[in-house]
């Protein structure tokens, strides 16, 4: 797979998956086309939490037949640190994520019947998100003060947030495979969860806006459609920390466009996810999530993931 191929490595690809599994990272990690339950999680102000986490990532990818790549397949490793600080600003609760990723991915297929690699390894676009909670107050399984039984039993919670992948990452304009995407990546986001005694039933709603890539390969001009998502998750409390959560998702849209040649790569893809996590100490806490990817277009990735992740809160 060398500079001559032209493999996209755009979310409609092997990005969806390696940007949704580093929203499986300690809680509040910003995000990409993710999967995260409990992201609407509000802490007391002035709480700080510090997280790091390892993702697992094995799957195939599946290219246009004209390029003449087949049989491709990806491994990727990825490593994060998360940071995340609550507090409140004009009465309302807000929560800043920040998430730096390091991978180290490698992809194998036959080119024109050839078998080819390409190994990449180095810093990823570092993902932020500022989220605000527009109605309702926390609930003691969300990590907010505790309310007197009556009020706990039952409680929603409305949000809003935006988040952004910034292209400090891993590029090189030479080659189609890169870790970091050169583009900034602007999300809005609108959510809305609902707790009934140790049940919360979460549902966010995403779209993704890019920015042009003016140093996409061999001195092309990459632009893409908005994409869309959405997610869904239910969560259960166990009592002294612990959860699990079965969650499901789909984004589609983002097609791109190359040198003004529209390449009808529009994503459809669909993601479900089991999740669970629990304390080992007062303020420490681990998270073990498997995640599954399977695309529903001709292009893109069939992937599976399993990610462990640790946090403190301070």
Do not use: C
Request: net charge neutral; glycine share 12%; hydrophobic share 40%.
């Amino acid at each position: 797979m060398n500079a001559g191929t032209s493999m996209r490595s755009g979310p409609t690809t092997v990005f969806a998956v390696l940007l949704f599994v580093i929203g499986l990272l300690p809680p509040g990690s910003a995000l990409g086309q993710d999967l995260e339950p409990r992201r609407w999680t509000l802490l007391p102000a002035g709480t700080d939490v510090l997280g790091a986490g390892y993702i697992a990532t094995d799957g195939d990818v599946f290219f246009d037949p004209v390029l003449l790549v087949e049989d491709t397949e990806v491994d990727v490793e990825t490593v994060g640190l998360s940071y995340v600080r609550s507090f409140s600003l004009a009465g309302k609760m807000l929560r800043f994520d920040a998430l730096i990723p390091w991978q180290h991915a490698r992809w194998e297929g036959l080119l024109d019947g050839v078998p080819t690699g390409v190994t990449r390894k180095g810093f990823a676009d570092p993902l932020l998100r500022l989220s605000v909670n527009l109605l309702g107050a926390p609930s003691a399984n969300q990590g907010g003060a505790q309310k007197p039984a009556v009020a706990r039993s039952s409680n929603t919670v409305v949000g809003a947030a935006i988040a952004m992948t910034v292209p400090v990452g891993e590029y090189k304009k030479d080659k189609l495979l890169n870790l970091g995407q050169n583009r900034f990546i602007i999300r809005p986001q609108i959510g809305v969860v609902h707790t009934r005694g140790s049940w919360s039933y979460e549902l966010t709603g995403s779209t993704f806006f890019f920015t042009d890539n003016d140093e996409f390969w061999d001195g092309n001009r990459r632009e893409q459609e908005p994409l869309y998502a959405v997610q869904t998750h239910v969560i259960r409390t166990f009592g002294r920390g612990r959860w699990a959560s079965l969650s499901a998702g789909y984004g589609w849209g983002g097609e791109s466009t190359v040198n003004d040649d529209r390449k009808d790569d529009d994503a459809r893809l669909f993601l479900s996810a089991l999740t669970v996590g629990f304390p080992i100490s007062r303020s420490q806490g681990l998270r073990f999530a498997y995640i599954r990817g399977r695309t529903h277009a001709d292009t893109g990735a069939d992937t599976d993931s399993l990610a462990i992740a640790w946090s403190v809160r301070y």
